[in-house]
């Protein structure tokens, strides 16, 4: 399927502009942007104000950079050893300055400036005659999604977030709400974007979130706080309802991380980005739209090598062969490190290994396949959210309401494309043991979403990091949780500018 992605709205940053002043001699007209009076009349200002939304994408907070760094690094499956070293001390919880911009201050503001973008479609987009309602519909629905989605990060990374549900003005202080508070916001928007968005889009629209996107993202809302059996309602629809249809598994496992299959039957939501402009960052109609992700992650030599893998996953892979006696093929396309050319045959762009034998970085996403170097313009979609991630969340939700011995099967729908054996035949030891069933399950989640993101909501869900106890077990693979403290580093800090300027937020416990 062809891509769609949203290039900036010229004059967009207007969109902030307040009304205008009582005093006529003062209401003079700015020739050179649109204001909030001019704007917000037509069907397709509607319409470009929901793009607006999607091309924050694009900027350096979010998943154009940064989110990485909070998502993958910091969790134990990736660290930094960047010469940068404030950069990489964000991602070993050595918080010093809170308004670290490249590690806290830029995302949050990107958060609420996409949050914003959303509010704007939901105040005015009502007001607009639209000749087919359903397409108004979903306008709305899809802003919905997205200050869900946007809020549902927020929640994992700093969790007691002020939420804004309406078009902000310069002197706005709003209140600063609870975790579960933020949580229910989410699970709102979403239930009410999924009743609306169809189950897929044509493919110029290829893209924007369908109905079974927007029950992913509310299922793994609902697991973030043990609210199985809500997860598992959410759940149902991609996995045994009627979007079951839409989501299967792609043969080839390597599809989900390159330019070539991309918007396929795996994906349930990917972020849309081009190549097309080999431009700075920013807000412009031609700004760059690509990540950065490669760029940063790339090995010595190749990127900024700002971001590598942990080692202990190559082990892991190797734990267990296929049917046939041969490695997880999986291991091929999910990391770079020193054997990779002997037990695959494949170089690193084009070399053979040349860094320290107990080094790794993340394969998924990088562009290998066709470069011998990276940039800031890849092209390459980032799977937010892809089904056999769903499978190995339903299985887990399954075996949180005791139904250990059915959660097997969607366990083994993703083991089956890996051509490794049904877990029962692998693992008999575990039974029908939810505990036992939850461990393993943690490897494999590990083995088929390494590198995709996920792995540090997985750790706060399953209460890896809620004791010193199981804290020091993680610490036993990412010695970065040495500096990990209960209590404190489960969240980010706010940006503490945020908190001086707005007496309504105070600063997150520990910090």
Not at 18 to 40: A, E, G, M, P
Not at 233 to 242: R, S
Not at 398 to 410: I, M, P, S, V, W
């Amino acid at each position: 399927m062809k891509k769609i992605f949203f290039p900036a709205i010229l004059g967009l940053g207007a969109l902030f502009a307040t009304s205008s002043c009582s005093n006529d001699i003062l209401d003079i007209k700015n020739q050179n942007t649109i204001t909030v009076d001019q704007f917000w009349k037509t069907e397709d200002d509607a319409q470009r104000g929901v793009n607006a939304v999607y091309h924050m994408f694009y900027q350096n907070g979010g998943w154009n950079r940064w989110i990485y760094f909070r998502l993958d690094l910091t969790s134990d499956e990736g660290f930094s050893k960047s010469p940068w070293i404030e950069l990489g001390d964000w991602t070993r919880f050595q918080y010093i300055n809170y308004n670290f911009f490249e590690g806290n201050v830029n995302t949050w503001r990107d958060f609420y400036k996409a949050i914003f973008r959303c509010n704007q479609v939901l105040a005015y987009v009502p007001d607009i005659a639209f000749a087919d309602q359903q397409k108004k519909d979903r306008i709305l629905a899809q802003a919905k999604f997205l200050r869900a989605m946007y809020y549902h990060y927020a929640a994992l990374l700093w969790e007691n977030v002020p939420l804004v549900l309406e078009p902000s003005k310069p002197d706005d202080l709003p209140q600063q709400n609870t975790l579960a508070e933020v949580w229910q916001q989410v699970e709102k928007d979403l239930t009410e974007a999924a009743a609306v968005l169809p189950g897929s889009w044509d493919d110029p629209n290829a893209g924007r979130p369908t109905k079974g996107a927007a029950l992913a993202l509310l299922g793994k809302t609902y697991m973030q706080q043990h609210k199985w059996q809500e997860a598992k309602a959410a759940l149902d629809y991609l996995v045994t309802g009627e979007g079951k249809g839409y989501y299967d598994l792609v043969p080839n496992y390597r599809d989900n991380f390159t330019d070539l299959n991309e918007n396929n039957k795996e994906s349930v939501f990917e972020i849309q980005f081009s190549d097309a402009n080999k431009t700075a960052e920013g807000d412009g109609p031609n700004s760059n739209m690509g990540n950065n992700r490669q760029q940063f992650f790339a090995p010595r030599g190749i990127g900024w090598s700002d971001g590598q893998a942990r080692n202990w996953m190559v082990g892991e892979f190797k734990k267990e062969k296929t049917k046939d006696g041969k490695l997880d093929e999986r291991l091929r396309y999910s990391l770079f490190y020193a054997d990779l050319e002997k037990d695959f045959g494949d170089k690193v762009y084009g070399r053979s290994w040349e860094w320290d034998a107990d080094e790794a970085w993340f394969r998924k996403y990088q562009r290998d396949y066709q470069r011998t170097n990276e940039d800031y313009y890849s092209g390459v979609n980032f799977r937010v959210i892809r089904f056999a991630d769903i499978l190995l969340c339903y299985a887990e939700v399954l075996n949180e309401l005791g139904q250990t011995q059915a959660a097997y099967a969607y366990v083994d729908r993703v083991r089956e494309r890996a051509n490794l054996k049904t877990l029962e035949a692998a693992h008999p030891e575990i039974g029908v043991s939810k505990d036992l069933f939850r461990e393993r399950l943690k490897t494999e989640r590990e083995l088929e979403l390494c590198g995709e993101s996920v792995r540090w909501a997985d750790l706060k869900r399953w209460g890896d990091l809620d004791s010193k106890e199981a804290v020091n077990k993680v610490a036993a693979r990412d010695p970065d949780f040495k500096n990990f403290v209960v209590g404190k580093n489960i969240r980010l800090p706010l940006p503490q500018i945020e908190v001086e300027n707005n007496t309504n937020l105070k600063q997150n416990p520990g910090y």
